[in-house]
């Protein structure tokens, strides 16, 4: 079973760049589409993008200007960078993995960011 | 691109089947037959139920089934049964990128 762990800061300073790490436990990086997927308090699922093992990137159009993604296959890792914070984005953020880039199969547990001064 | 259109809340009572909508546009939901949907209980991560409109991965019990309608998807849930108490999200492809639903608050009476 595969498994994913967020790690990162949970408090990020307002214009400040948020960033996440999601280590893959057992070094299926170069099988899934790896994506990010946040949960603001309260609120529903928003899916910010994805990151393919061979480095192929998509993201939400209404986020692309502030997002990057990246992954380390060497780490088995991906990464988020979400820039230009506001406290709008403050959520809980997901990685999560899958066959294909519109389903996700498997979720980390979460990791919540807070954006305050 | 707005959320995908899901009802609030719905109930039933055990043993009873609830059916859950999720309404998209002739640019996703109606054009794809890449939709998904989610079970997420408080404070947990959200589990994949259905994929695809209507494939269930291992494990998923057979109770719950995924069907779609022109513009419109719906998760069925028979058999209720007090676990399936939870958050639905339905989520689908959309011409590059992926869009989720509101959710669905699912009470089990």
């Known amino acids: 079973q595969v498994q994913l762990q967020e790690s990162g800061p949970g408090l990020v300073k307002p214009s400040e760049t948020l960033s996440l790490t999601c280590t893959v436990s057992?070094?299926?990086?170069?099988?899934?589409?790896w994506s990010w997927i946040r949960q603001p308090p309260g609120k529903g699922l928003e899916w910010i993008g994805y990151?393919?093992?061979?480095?192929?990137?998509n993201y939400n159009p209404s986020l692309k200007s502030r997002v990057t993604t990246s992954i380390d296959t060497s780490r088995n890792q991906f990464s988020l960078k979400l820039s230009s914070v506001t406290a709008t984005d403050t959520a809980v953020y997901y990685c999560a993995g899958g066959d294909y880039a519109e389903y996700f199969q498997h979720w980390g547990q979460g990791s919540l960011v807070t954006v305050s001064s | 691109q707005s959320a995908l259109t899901q009802p609030r809340s719905v109930s039933g009572s055990p043993g009873q089947s609830v059916t859950i909508s999720c309404t998209g546009t002739s640019s996703d939901v109606g054009v794809y037959n890449y939709v998904s949907w989610y079970q997420q209980h408080p404070g947990k991560a959200p589990k994949l139920m259905i994929y695809?409109?209507?494939k269930r991965p291992s494990g998923v019990p057979d109770r719950f089934s995924g069907s779609k309608s022109r513009n419109t998807a719906s998760l069925t849930i028979s058999g209720l049964q007090p676990e399936d108490e939870a958050d639905y999200y339905c989520?689908?492809?959309?011409?590059?990128?992926?869009?989720f639903g509101g959710g669905t608050n699912l009470t089990v009476l």
């Open positions: 057992d070094g299926s990086i170069s099988s899934y589409y």
């Open positions: 990151v393919y093992y061979s480095g192929s990137t």
């Open positions: 989520c689908s492809y959309a011409d590059n990128y992926v869009i």
């Open positions: 695809d409109v209507n």
